[in-house]
């Protein structure tokens, strides 16, 4: 009898840059309609993880769509796909009226965060609703960063270490928290449904870009073997080519560091340097783990496309002439692992237990 499989999604953080492994996701849902498979993503990953960017995709693919039909996802990826072409720009809009707030309250202007969230948090309510993470079609982990308890947390709707449950989240406060990149937006006041208390989360980028051995930790907490376990990372694009010279950081200063006109060096720094970092370690790791299989997909961006907050529509071509190139030269990849993904949804064994709908509130 052949080994049942468990297929696990990892998305990487990177702002705008998310529409990379979205596009890739478009790909592999074509080919599987091709095939004859039209089940939606959550039915076909039995685990999706994700950090900033990539938590909202993952959480918007596996929250149950408020006043939807039962096993209904809160956003399909042609809709994920319009956010990231069309309304991103509308998050990633300087508002006058708010500057000109922001301008009497902190006249320096120095040390606040460069978009206003307000349009960011109502987006998020009107898609997910007050259903809480308990409620999700499928595993799921996000990862965000408590700044008074000073430690990193994963929100998830799978098991702790002692076989219980986790702390429980409302979907669109969590996905505010993990995309809470600093400077950009202020930290995240959320619920800790669980704990009834609140916690201060931001983006968990400034630890784990990159989440995939996250979810492999999590697919061993939850009970799962590892010759069960077929990982597909998807990052959000590297521009290779975009260095900071000595020159100017020399002379940068505290403020340089963190400008966002320079595209806030000491973020692109630190998401880049832990993503490469986080893809080297998981490719020794599950090259020790044989039964482990592990796919990592990641974009070659050109220098101007890496500001996460770019959603100019000159930058939404090249970001999707990026994807473009990874789905050309990943096409018998695409294809093998379609044919996987479909063995897997007609095999019916994907382990996932029927989702309840929770309204926390």
Same mark, same amino acid.
């Given at each position: 009898? *052949?080994?049942?499989?468990?297929?696990? $999604?990892?998305?990487?953080?990177?702002? =705008? !840059?998310? @529409?990379?492994? %979205?596009?890739?996701?478009?790909?592999?849902?074509?080919?599987?309609?091709?095939?004859?498979?039209?089940?939606?993503?959550?039915?076909?990953?039995?685990?999706?993880?994700?950090?900033?960017?990539?938590?909202?995709?993952?959480?918007?693919?596996?929250?149950?769509?408020?006043?939807?039909?039962?096993?209904?996802?809160?956003?399909?990826?042609?809709?994920?796909?319009?956010?990231?072409?069309?309304?991103?720009?509308?998050?990633?809009?300087?508002?006058?009226?708010?500057?000109?707030?922001? *301008?009497?309250?902190?006249?320096?202007? $120095?040390?606040?965060?460069?978009?206003? =969230? !307000?349009? @960011?948090?109502? %987006?998020?309510?009107?898609?997910?609703?007050?259903?809480?993470?308990?409620?999700?079609?499928?595993?799921?982990?996000?990862?965000?960063?408590?700044?008074?308890?000073?430690?990193?947390?994963?929100?998830?709707?799978?098991?702790?270490?002692?076989?219980?449950?986790?702390?429980?989240?409302?979907?669109?406060?969590?996905?505010?928290?993990?995309?809470?990149?600093?400077?950009?937006?202020?930290?995240?006041?959320?619920?800790?449904?669980?704990?009834?208390?609140?916690?201060?989360?931001?983006?968990?980028?400034?630890?784990?870009?990159?989440?995939?051995?996250?979810?492999?930790?999590?697919?061993?907490?939850?009970?799962?073997?590892?010759?069960?376990?077929?990982?597909?990372?998807?990052?959000?694009?590297?521009?290779?080519?975009?260095?900071?010279?000595?020159?100017?950081?020399?002379?940068?200063?505290?403020?340089?560091?963190?400008?966002?006109?320079?595209?806030?060096?000491?973020?692109?720094?630190?998401?880049?340097?832990?993503?490469?970092?986080?893809?080297?370690?998981?490719?020794?790791?599950?090259?020790?783990?044989?039964?482990?299989?592990?796919?990592?997909?990641?974009?070659?961006?050109?220098?101007?496309?890496?500001?996460?907050?770019?959603?100019?529509?000159?930058?939404?071509?090249?970001?999707?002439?990026?994807?473009?190139?990874?789905?050309?030269?990943?096409?018998?990849?695409?294809?093998?692992?379609?044919?996987?993904?479909?063995?897997?949804?007609?095999?019916?064994?994907?382990?996932?237990?029927?989702?309840?709908?929770?309204?926390?509130?």
């Amino acid at each position: 009898m *052949a080994q049942k499989k468990r297929f696990i $999604l990892s998305i990487d953080g990177g702002g =705008v !840059r998310g @529409l990379i492994p %979205l596009r890739i996701l478009e790909a592999l849902e074509s080919r599987l309609s091709l095939m004859g498979v039209g089940a939606p993503m959550h039915r076909i990953f039995d685990l999706m993880a994700g950090t900033s960017t990539g938590g909202l995709i993952a959480a918007g693919l596996s929250a149950p769509r408020p006043g939807g039909k039962t096993g209904e996802a809160a956003a399909t990826i042609s809709e994920l796909r319009d956010f990231y072409e069309r309304e991103a720009r509308d998050i990633f809009t300087h508002s006058i009226n708010a500057r000109l707030t922001r *301008a009497i309250t902190n006249p320096l202007g $120095l040390f606040d965060e460069t978009y206003d =969230v !307000r349009p @960011l948090e109502k %987006l998020l309510k009107e898609r997910f609703g007050w259903t809480s993470m308990a409620s999700g079609l499928t595993k799921l982990v996000l990862t965000a960063y408590d700044i008074e308890q000073r430690k990193a947390v994963f929100m998830t709707n799978g098991l702790e270490e002692n076989g219980g449950r986790p702390d429980d989240y409302y979907f669109w406060q969590a996905v505010r928290a993990t995309t809470a990149a600093p400077s950009y937006f202020e930290p995240a006041r959320v619920e800790n449904l669980s704990r009834k208390q609140d916690q201060a989360l931001i983006d968990g980028g400034v630890f784990i870009n990159d989440p995939a051995i996250a979810a492999y930790l999590e697919a061993r907490k939850i009970g799962w073997d590892e010759e069960e376990l077929v990982i597909l990372s998807l990052g959000t694009g590297q521009a290779r080519e975009r260095g900071f010279a000595y020159r100017d950081a020399v002379g940068w200063g505290a403020l340089g560091w963190m400008q966002p006109s320079k595209g806030v060096p000491i973020l692109s720094i630190f998401s880049d340097g832990q993503t490469q970092t986080a893809a080297y370690q998981a490719s020794r790791l599950f090259a020790e783990l044989p039964n482990v299989s592990y796919y990592r997909l990641e974009a070659d961006l050109p220098a101007h496309a890496e500001d996460m907050d770019n959603a100019r529509p000159s930058n939404i071509i090249a970001l999707n002439g990026a994807a473009d190139r990874v789905i050309r030269d990943n096409t018998i990849l695409l294809d093998d692992l379609a044919g996987l993904l479909k063995d897997h949804v007609e095999s019916a064994e994907s382990g996932a237990d029927p989702a309840e709908l929770v309204h926390a509130a």
